[in-house]
């Protein structure tokens, strides 16, 4: 890929962020403090984008995307990570876990296959459309924090882990060096501590900013791959969004053309759609998800992707 063909838009990724985590701040105090609950509600909805947007810069900066300074790049993550909230080395692993085990049997979440349980794998999809999956995420960096060697322990990879289909995920990041994972914990914990104590806020208007946004981000989190094909990288949808909802999401559902080339910046994205690719849209593919697991097709999955080391916005 060349950097000269695909340039990182740095500026207008700080601006976007600045304005987005802003955002956040605002409609976080707002729902605290509102008045009636009607107004903490939309308050609520409104974050659910905002912090989306914040979300996508996050997923450029794992792909080191967000800023052609690596320095910038890093420090940014763990930042944006903050706001999920999550740890960003956690992060970086499972997302390039998944660039190299998507639609593998090991990554199959819409569908079930001989011997699996075709309810267990419907309950995974209602986590994901009801945001119980977006809570298992900052439920796990706790895990990290309160005893980081779980992720090694093979009870626990092959236990709650394997349970929840996360195990391939669990090992991969118990493979990570303890020291930076753990201290971007305590960053995370300490954003989020240092967000109730500047902005006054309650339990119960963080827990309602942070569900709508768990319900929004993981709505997308699988939509953009169900029922398409069993291939690693062909195997996602460039989604037909509102132009709006794509303004906020940075193109995230443009995702068939991210797989095929992840280290594109989010900007260039639209020239990658090829006029033959099929672009369903969201509502139908998100809906459907409701019938539950279907069986998965017959014949053998793609194997994963060979590992290779996280991508540097230094390297072409």
Same mark, same amino acid.
């Given at each position: 890929m060349s950097v000269a063909a695909y340039p990182i838009p740095a500026r207008a990724n700080l601006a976007i962020a600045a304005a987005a985590i802003l955002a956040n701040l605002a409609l976080l105090w707002l729902a605290a403090h509102a008045p009636a609950w009607w107004i903490t509600a939309a308050c609520?909805?409104?974050?659910?984008?905002?912090n989306n947007t914040v979300f996508a810069l996050h997923h450029e900066a794992v792909h080191g995307g967000f800023h052609?300074?690596?320095?910038?790049?890093?420090?940014?993550?763990?930042?944006?990570?903050?706001?999920?909230?999550?740890?960003?080395?956690?992060?970086?692993?499972?997302?390039?876990?998944?660039?190299?085990?998507?639609?593998?049997?090991?990554?199959?979440?819409?569908?079930?296959?001989?011997?699996?349980?075709?309810?267990?794998?419907?309950? /995974? =999809?209602?986590?994901?459309?009801t945001g119980?999956?977006?809570?298992?995420? %900052?439920?796990?960096?706790?895990? *990290? $924090?309160?005893?980081?060697?779980?992720?090694?322990?093979?009870?626990?990879?092959?236990?709650?882990?394997?349970?929840?289909?996360?195990?391939?995920?669990?090992?991969?990041?118990?493979?990570?060096?303890?020291?930076?994972?753990?201290?971007?914990g305590v960053f995370t914990l300490a954003v989020q501590a240092g967000l109730f104590w500047l902005l006054d806020l309650s339990p119960v208007s963080w827990l309602a900013c942070y569900w709508a946004f768990g319900i929004n981000w993981s709505s997308v989190q699988y939509t953009d791959h169900a029922g398409s094909p069993r291939d690693v990288l062909e195997g996602?949808?460039?989604?037909?969004?509102?132009?709006?909802?794509?303004?906020?999401?940075?193109?995230?559902?443009?995702?068939?053309?991210?797989?095929?080339?992840?280290?594109?910046? /989010? =900007?260039?994205?639209?020239?990658?759609?090829?006029?033959?690719?099929?672009? %369903?849209s969201f509502?139908?593919? *998100? $809906?459907?998800?409701?019938?539950?697991?279907?069986k998965a097709p017959p014949g053998p999955g793609p194997r994963p992707l060979p590992e290779h080391p996280a991508p540097s916005p230094d390297i072409p």
């Open positions: 609520a909805i409104g974050f659910s984008f905002t052609p300074d690596r320095r910038i790049n890093e420090a940014a993550g763990p930042l944006f990570a903050a706001f999920f909230p999550t740890i960003f080395s956690i992060q970086r692993i499972s997302h390039l876990g998944h660039h190299r085990r998507n639609r593998t049997d090991e990554e199959l979440y819409d569908c079930y296959l001989p011997g699996q349980s075709w309810l267990l794998k419907t309950y /995974w =999809i209602y986590c994901l459309l119980f999956y977006w809570v298992i995420i %900052p439920l796990a960096g706790l895990v *990290y $924090l309160a005893w980081p060697r779980a992720f090694r322990s093979k009870a626990f990879r092959q236990g709650p882990a394997r349970w929840w289909g996360f195990e391939p995920f669990v090992a991969d990041i118990g493979r990570a060096p303890i020291g930076r994972v753990w201290l971007e996602a949808w460039n989604l037909r969004f509102w132009p709006v909802t794509q303004a906020l999401f940075l193109n995230y559902n443009l995702h068939l053309a991210h797989h095929r080339q992840p280290g594109v910046p /989010w =900007i260039h994205l639209p020239r990658l759609v090829r006029a033959g690719d099929p672009a %369903p509502w139908p593919i *998100y $809906l459907g998800l409701f019938r539950g697991a279907r």
